[in-house]
């Protein structure tokens, strides 16, 4: 998702304190300008953020590609193909900081009230002058609608993200108050106040659960301009935002249109950026990223290739096995296909050494557990031991590190491995072909809907064929892949998950059992195992940085172990080209590109337009 993501005086007219005891609890209650869970909030004193230039010029485009297609503006009830670029169109009731992890700050909530010692409520203070781009006022009678409409209304995803919201209750106009089901919940006010507010007397006559192409109102920087169904969509800069000069907002938004052209290929998109039919592109392919950046628009420094690198996770970018179906849910199977992959060679023969192999989930940052386990992650596994199958054991304990080959492209190592595994587990071949222990054979459908990804797949689909393993590659256009993802109809696929340096409830949505079982949920490897569980929980009830870090390492090595994706590979950049019009403050935030504090030269955009107009 998405996200653009004043002290109390007095307590005592809520509640009579009549016991010393019950005076300390309600001590820790505090009212503040700011979130700050397992972090200290840097900025609260600053007119603008540090990574932001106050006196940007504001106007011109920003353009980029969107795959495939789109047949709904309500991208929050998880209907259809949601658009891109519909968070600009709502504000959230907090902003995330780009520098600080887990540390929100005002937009439209000035201030909350919470104990951040023991999180069971937290009220929110809206702004008086908070606006609707119509004009109406934002009330706590809209923050209970969004909310409300999300617990019930949603999809299954973000209604368990949210399900530990009890009850919203409507205070006063601009005060309204979230109880969570559980005692302590410190990260419920980041997940909440990162949530789109919709208005309420918007929806009086429409139904939030359906596909809409209606315009949805909003209170966000930008307004739905012009819309060419399913192939783009074009959003304006709101003159009259009323957010705009707070210190989240001061040097941000500064385009005056963003638009957001849509294809089908990937390689098309990358032909349309290069004549000029969107401005910023990010390359996620390493040949093109080596090869194809010597066309005459950079040679002439029109277009500029950008590296941009931040300090949070890399996407966790990988193959998922659907243990929901065999022979998936055999974690030897699992095993022995992942000796199979032989990134060394890919890396060498058609990355051009641009990657590295991921091995975990969380890898570049504090999160990734690493070597053998230490002696606090070690007390935290050793509960779980006995309950977990030997190979699943042995690899929580390992100094982990996938296998490797030596980029010949024979892999022969690694798949004499496979085969030993595959043989002492039962399986058998049979005229060429693996059968399983009740003399089946094995056959696996990929699911893919990316053009060119066979390419790459299909360097492993001949090492497994080499196992006796058939593999199908089933290519669909992205409306049916995402049909067939929401209803977990595949044996593998690819996936690029992202993480974050603050996890949290999202771990259940991809790993949890009750996750599993709920179409349209991000648990896609269909895992179910009570050690896991315990695991998210732990990771979720975190009391502070250093736990939550802890804790996340023993779940990575959980994940790691039981086989059920092969991590692929990825690095510590992203990798973008624009044409040459646009600036960047000097100082870049650490956990996001920032491309909201970016602007339009105005010279430069000219130089660029006659350009094109040549060409």
């Known amino acids: 998702m998405h996200a653009r993501s004043v002290h109390f005086k007095s307590l005592g007219f809520i509640v009579a304190l009549s016991t010393a005891v019950t005076q300390v609890v309600w001590a820790t209650v505090q009212t503040t300008p700011y979130i700050a869970v397992h972090s200290t909030a840097k900025y609260t004193q600053l007119s603008a953020m540090p990574y932001a230039n106050p006196r940007a ?44 992890p887990s540390v929100m700050y005002p937009l439209l909530a000035e201030k909350v009230t919470f104990d951040p010692e023991r999180t069971k409520y937290i009220i929110y203070h809206l702004n008086p002058k908070a606006r609707f781009s119509d004009g109406t006022p934002v009330t706590a009678e809209d923050v209970k609608f969004s909310f409300d409409a999300y617990l019930t209304k949603s999809n299954p995803g973000l209604q368990m993200y949210l399900s530990d919201l009890a009850k919203v209750e409507v205070l006063s106009t601009y005060q309204v108050k979230m109880s969570f089901k559980s005692d302590n919940n410190a990260e419920m006010p980041l997940i909440l106040s990162q949530m789109p507010i919709y208005s309420k007397a918007d929806w009086k006559n429409k139904d939030f659960a359906k596909v809409t192409m209606r315009p949805i109102l909003g209170s966000g920087p930008y307004v739905i301009d012009r819309i060419d169904a399913g192939r783009s969509i074009t959003y304006k800069r709101n003159p009259h935002y ?40 990010q390359e996620k392919k390493s040949r093109n990223w080596v090869t194809e950046y010597g066309f005459p628009a950079v040679q002439k420094g029109m277009v500029k290739k950008y590296i941009a690198c931040t300090q949070t996770p890399a996407p966790t970018q990988s193959f998922v096995f659907n243990s929901r179906r065999a022979p998936m849910h055999d974690i030897r199977f699992r095993q022995a296909l992942s000796y199979a992959y032989d990134f060394e060679w890919l890396n060498k023969a058609l990355f051009y050494g641009q990657y590295q192999r991921l091995q975990s989930h969380f890898q570049y940052s504090e999160l990734e557990a690493k070597g053998a386990p230490s002696a606090a992650e070690l007390s935290l596994l050793k509960p779980y031991l006995k309950r977990l199958d030997p190979i699943h054991q042995q690899g929580v304990l390992s100094n982990w590190k996938y296998p490797s080959s030596d980029a010949t492209g024979f892999n022969r190592q690694g798949l004499f491995t496979a ?24 056959n696996i459908e990929f699911l893919i809907h990316q053009d060119g990804l066979q390419r790459t797949l299909m360097p492993y689909v001949r090492n497994l064929k080499k196992l006796g393993i058939q593999v199908n590659i089933r290519q669909v256009d992205v409306p049916q892949y995402m049909e067939r993802m929401r209803r977990y109809d595949f044996d593998m696929t690819t996936m690029v998950m992202p993480q974050s340096l603050t996890p949290g409830n999202e771990q259940g949505q991809m790993w949890s059992s009750q996750a599993a079982d709920q179409l349209g949920n991000y648990n896609y490897a269909g895992i179910k195992h009570p050690v896991i569980d315990d695991a998210v929980k732990h990771v979720i009830q975190a009391p502070d940085r250093a736990q939550l870090v802890l804790r996340t390492r023993v779940l990575d090595r959980l994940l790691r172990a039981g086989y059920y994706q092969i991590l692929t590979y990825g690095n510590n950049q992203s990798w973008y080209a624009y044409w040459n019009m646009y600036q960047q403050p000097k100082i870049k935030p650490k956990l996001s590109l920032g491309l909201d504090y970016w602007w339009v030269d105005a010279n430069q955009a000219k130089k660029v337009s006659k350009y094109l107009g040549q060409h």
């Open 242 to 281: 009323w957010a705009q000069d707070l210190p989240i907002n001061r040097g941000r938004y500064n385009f005056a249109q963003i638009k957001y052209v849509y294809y089908r290929n990937l390689d098309i998109a990358f032909e349309g950026f290069k004549s000029g039919q969107y401005s910023l592109h």
């Open 57 to 100: 010029p504001k106007g011109g485009m920003l353009s980029s590609a969107a795959n495939g297609t789109f047949d709904n503006l309500n991208s929050m009830n998880g209907k259809g193909n949601s658009v891109e670029g519909a968070n600009y169109l709502f504000d959230t009731l907090m902003d995330s900081s780009l520098d600080e």
């Open 419 to 442: 085969r030993a595994i595959l043989q002492k587990a039962g399986y058998r071949i049979k005229d060429g072909k693996l059968h399983d222990q009740q003399g089946k054979a094995i």
